[in-house]
């Protein structure tokens, strides 16, 4: 079980470096996560192609537009195969409840999540937009909708994990980026947590990038933290 909380995000733009790395790790102790840039510039084959070494995929496009059109872009995904989906929760109850129908509706049926307040954003770029809550009730706000909409979870930062399961379900699920391994390094991440800790904190998945594929012994690593999650 905790084997598989590892999801590796395949933050390469070039294929020659994103094979060399993909085929030192087992596609049975990890799940990867392709966001926009890897899918523009390289589309389907990419995930065909992940499929075909043994791989699930998180396809992260964070879909946000119109219900209808945010229906039809999901369905495509699921036909592609994936194992997680995502849309952005500000895109409004009809949109997250198209989305859920989406996969109601398709033979394949990825786990679906909603982004709420895109990390990234201050307080300040919060206010900015014209959201009234302070940023972490309005992530919270926004957790909870996608509950209602039926949803199975959200991405958030690991701090909020907990918070997020108080206010909505246990089983509603929390994935979360912002892992190190120490707090040695942190790249360009501010609130950052240990897999040991995020995982005691409520996350269910967790989004690892740099920390693995800047690795040179990227298998050795991924082993590291899953011995480490199985005391948990
Ligand atoms: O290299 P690192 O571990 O920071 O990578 C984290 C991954 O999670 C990146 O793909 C990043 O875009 C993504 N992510 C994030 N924070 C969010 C949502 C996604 O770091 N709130």
Known sequence: MTA??????????????LRQFVAQINPQQCRLKVGKELFTAYGPSIIQELHSLGFEVFLDLKFHDIPNTVYKAIRVAADLGVWMVNVHASGGREMLVKARQAIEDSNH?????????????????VTEIGYSLPLQEQAIHLAKLSYECGLDGVVCSAHEADLIKSA??????????????SDAKTDDQTRIMTPINAVKNGADYLVIGRPI????????????????????
Not at 5 to 12: E, N, P, Y
Not at 213 to 220: K, L
Request: glycine share 2%; no cysteine; aromatic share 4%.
């Open 4 to 17: 598989n909380k590892i999801i590796i995000a395949l933050d390469f733009n070039n294929l020659t470096e």
């Open 109 to 125: 049926k990825p786990l679906l999540i909603a982004v709420t307040i895109l990390t990234s954003l201050s307080s300040e770029a």
């Open 168 to 181: 909505t379900d246990a089983d509603f699920l929390t994935v979360t980026p912002g892992i190190r391994l």
């Open 213 to 232: 594929t800047q690795s040179a012994e990227p298998q050795q690593v991924l082993n590291q933290i899953n011995d480490s999650l199985v005391k948990v």
